[in-house]
């Protein structure tokens, strides 16, 4: 039988496939679990009643956003950062206080509720401010990187 080209790379990523990067697994479940006790708590401090607009998810989401605009372009644009602080604190903890699914339920049930308008608005609200904070976060990161004369070399 006759070997292809494509056969020592195939057998390489099946290996590789076997083995499990549990430092990296760790560093997000632990990230994940300071990241939801977060937004857990932020929710009991701000309450929201049932049939009214979300603002605490919503206030949760946004910074959420910003943060990992910042965080993002810190990590690939300025200094190099250690191979699990993104899995730990991007995937972790930002993953675990952003909270869309929550978004999802909340946009059910206002529906559910009889407030239609309030969910659609809801639903754009939360949409935009997500990607205006995101934008905003890694526009100061970029402005702060430059005037801190930290920003790397071949970076946009």
């Known amino acids: 039988m006759e070997r292809t080209r494509s056969e020592p790379v195939a057998a390489a990523v099946t290996a590789g496939a076997h083995r499990a990067p549990y430092d990296v697994l760790a560093v997000v479940v632990a990230g994940g679990v300071l990241g939801a006790e977060a937004r857990y708590a932020a929710g009991l401090i701000w309450t929201t009643h049932p049939g009214t607009f979300p ?3 919503l206030l949760i989401n946004t910074v959420g956003c910003l943060v990992i605009g910042v965080f993002l372009v810190a990590i690939t644009e300025g200094r190099a950062a250690h191979r699990l602080v993104r899995p730990f ?6 993953g ?4 869309f699914s929550t978004y999802c339920v909340d946009i059910q049930r206002l529906v559910d509720g009889g407030h239609p308008a309030t969910a659609l608005g809801y639903l754009a609200a939360t ?7 995101v934008a905003a976060g890694a526009w100061a990161a970029r402005l702060l990187l430059v005037a801190a004369g930290l920003r790397r070399a071949g970076t946009r």
């Open 55 to 57: 603002w605490t998810t």
């Open 89 to 94: 604190f991007g995937t972790g903890v930002l």
């Open 96 to 99: 675990g206080f952003t909270t």
């Open 127 to 133: 949409l935009l401010a997500a990607l205006a904070a």
